[in-house]
Structures are given as C-alpha cells and as structure tokens.
C-alpha cells in the first residue's frame, strides 16, 4: 500500500521516519489520522520517538530486521523504546554518527558513509547482522539519503555510477533502479520511506515518480 503524505507540511517523510517490517520509528506530534496512514501502509507497528528533543528521526537513525544503529546524541528514554522493540542496538560513537544519513541497509548487506571507523564499521556488522562496506551513490558519502532499499528493491540517487550500481547489487541482492521524488528531488531517502509491505512517499511525488517507486521497490509483481 501507498501513501502520499507530508508530516506537518513537509513532504521529506524520511527525514522524520525510518522502517522495517515490523516497526516504524517515527517523530512525535504527528496528526492521528497521518499516523493511522503510516501504520496501514507499511502494514507495521508505529513507535513514537524524540532524539536530542529532535523531530528527525529519519537522518539519525538506520535500521533493518535485526537492528538498530542510532546517534550518539540519543538519550536514555529512547534507547530505552528501542531496546522493547526486541531489535539488537548500537549507539554510533564515530564523528560520522547521522545514521539514517550515513548508513543504507536492508536484511542482506549495508553500505556506509566511507569514513566511517573500522571499529563502528564492525558494530554495524553485528548489529545489523550483515556484511557492511563503504561505498558511495553518485559519488555522494551520504548513502541513506541517497537510495531506499528494502529486501525487495532498490531505487537511488539518477547519477548513480554504473560502477557504484554494480556494487549496491551485489551488496543488497536485489536490483537497482534510479529515480527521484517530490517531484525531482534527487535525493530519495529524504523523501520515501517503504518496507517489502507498502511505502509513504512525500505528496509532491508525481506520478511518473511514483511509477518508478512501485517497479523499483517490486511492487508490480
């Protein structure tokens, strides 16, 4: 299921909201009714959360099935949400800690911003419970504004390399497709938020985006 949506009048949902296939992580102070959209289109369970007194959720922090990486700033309260989530954790304690920002992963692999340290590089690893790599998506260090990627799909970044595309596949074992959203808008991760069950999209995603949304996500099948 699709919703087109925007939080408050902003149209970047990923800014503000990260998922899996079994929670959203979400901002507080959100309408009832946007709230029930969220739920029913990514067909999950919605967890409200502040972090550092912060609405943005999306850019701080990055998830798949087996856990949960966030930033530094993150407080005892929230970790404390997290941790009944039944979702492995790990605070980033590396000067590259916007992890929704810097991290892209799904339940075969992840790619992260390349100046990440080793040793957070290995904390994600075990966390996530999957191979990480550095890496770049159109030459841009930000990868998880750069794509979405669920267990199913991909779509990034339009000036992707051929070369950097070749490794998303590899590390994500699903097919990657280019795109944009809120009408143009590069920078997918900013404006999509989708699970393998449904996606919100910012609501000035055109058609033709939203298109592009359901093949690359694998929602035609």
């Known amino acids: 299921m699709f919703e087109l949506l925007d939080f408050n009048e902003n149209p970047n949902v990923g800014v503000y909201c990260r998922a899996n296939d079994a929670v959203v992580f979400l901002q507080k102070q959100l309408l009832k009714k946007v709230k029930k959209k969220i739920s029913a289109a990514l067909d999950v369970k919605l967890v409200e959360l502040s972090i550092a007194d912060s609405t943005i959720i999306g850019s701080l922090l990055a998830l798949n099935s087996n856990g949960v990486i966030v930033t530094s700033v993150v407080g005892t309260e929230t970790l404390n949400t997290i941790r009944e989530q039944d979702l492995n954790f790990y605070v980033v ?92 808008h590069p920078m997918i991760g900013s404006g999509l938020v989708a699970n393998t069950k449904g996606a919100i999209i910012g609501n000035r995603t055109t058609g033709i985006e939203m298109g592009r949304i359901e093949e690359a996500l694998g929602f035609l099948d």
């Open 93 to 184: 304690k590396d000067v590259i800690n916007a992890a929704g920002n810097d991290i892209l992963a799904n339940d075969y692999g992840a790619l992260v911003h390349p100046d990440i340290k080793s040793y957070s590089l290995k904390k994600i690893e075990r966390t996530l419970g999957v191979s990480v790599q550095r890496g770049t998506i159109a030459s841009m260090k930000t990868v998880g504004m750069a794509a979405v990627v669920t267990n199913k799909g991909c779509l990034c970044h339009p000036k992707v390399t051929d070369d950097e595309k070749k490794v998303l596949e590899k590390i994500f074992d699903v097919e990657v497709m280019i795109g944009t959203v809120n009408h143009g």
